[in-house]
C-alpha cells in the first residue's frame, strides 16, 4: 500500500536554473503532491490503483490548502529511483492547475506559480492563459530572494523527476507553498 500524499495540482511547468541559465521543463502527465510524513514535494502520475486510508495530516493539510474538505483518494505513482539520479538544475518555480476532481473552491480555474525564495511576496497567484501572472500576492522584484530557497530538481535513468530539499529549504503546504 502507498504512502497517503496530498495532492495539489496537475504540474504544468518548472523553471530551472543551471550554468546555462533558466529553462522550461513542461512534464505530461505529471501531478505535484506534498508528502507530509517526509515534508517533500512530489513529482508523481495519477494511477488506477485502490486508494488506501487517508491520514489525518493529509486531511487536515488538504482542507487548508485546497479550503475544503477531501472527497476521495486519489492514488499516484512514485517510484523509487532507477540509477544514481543526475541534478537538472533549482527549481526557480512551478507551476500547476488544480483539477476540477479535487475540490478546492478558490484554486480551481486557474494555473497557479510558486517562485521558491518568495516567502509570499511574488509568484504567488493565479496565472493567466498567455503565463503572465496576475491576482493576490504578485507585487514585484523581491530583494530577498535567493537561489538557497530553491530545491533541486533530479532525474533518473527511467526519466523520473524528483524534488530534492536542499540545506535551507522548508516546504510549508497551508495556505500557500512556502520557501
Known sequence: MGVSVVGLGH????????QAGDRTIRPKGQWLAY???KRELCICRKAGLPAGPLS???????SQFHSAPTRRALTAEYPDPVGKPVSV?????????VPKEIRSP???????NHEFGDHGQRGRG??????????????GENPGFSERY???LTQD???????????????????WLMY
Open 106 to 112: 478558490g484554486k480551481n480555474r486557474y494555473r497557479w
Open 126 to 139: 493565479s496565472v493567466g492563459r498567455s503565463g503572465s501572472g496576475s491576482g493576490p500576492g504578485l507585487t
Open 157 to 175: 535513468r527511467a526519466g523520473n523527476l524528483r524534488i530534492k530539499r536542499r540545506a535551507g529549504n522548508k516546504f510549508y503546504v497551508g495556505k
Open 89 to 97: 538544475g533549482l527549481v526557480v518555480s512551478l507551476t500547476y492547475i
Open 35 to 37: 508528502n507530509p510524513a
Open 150 to 152: 530553491m530545491p533541486l
Open 11 to 18: 504540474l504544468t511547468e518548472l523553471v530551472v536554473r543551471d
Open 56 to 62: 489525518g495530516s493529509v486531511r487536515r493539510l488538504h
